[in-house]
């Protein structure tokens, strides 16, 4: 995160959290080795979140398919990774729903970032039923078990 991002913006959490759920998980699904990172930033009125894996990436001449509904970069992907290729369709029509775009770079065997832009001004207070993060329990442990 930024310094520069305001500590509170004016933005639908609902679709805030569906768009990064699907785009981290895309990227967590998608990267046996490697880092997942999530880079947010802030600049006249517009939220900036980047989610960057070290994947399997995305040729180019797939790139301008991944994000129609029911499309992968390969058929054999549902196979191995599974999923039917909605989410990221559903992320572009929320994203832009919200004033902004989505947009990917990606280079294959080497990974893919997934970044969007979004209308977010600043707020000079949480929303109403908002809690700041120190006021959240910790998260319980989580075991992951790799085979």
Do not use: C
């Not at 600043?122 to 442990?141: R, V």
């Amino acid at each position: 995160m930024e310094d520069s991002a305001p500590e509170w913006i004016s933005a639908d959490q609902g679709r805030l959290r569906q768009v990064l759920v699907s785009l981290l998980g895309n990227a967590i699904k998608f990267t046996s080795r490697g880092a997942v990172t999530l880079q947010v930033s802030h600049a006249a009125n517009q939220l900036k979140v980047a989610a960057s894996d070290t994947g399997i990436g995305i040729p180019p001449e797939k790139q301008s398919i991944i994000f129609e509904a029911f499309q992968q970069a390969d058929n054999s992907t549902s196979r191995r990774y599974g999923g039917t290729g909605i989410r990221l369709t559903i992320s572009k029509k929320l994203v832009e729903s919200m004033g902004g775009q989505l947009l990917l770079a990606s280079e294959p065997s080497k990974g893919s970032t997934f970044w969007f832009t979004s209308e977010a001004p600043p707020a000079s207070a949480p929303p109403p039923n908002a809690q700041p993060l120190a006021e959240l329990p910790p998260p319980a442990p989580v075991r992951i078990l790799v085979a």
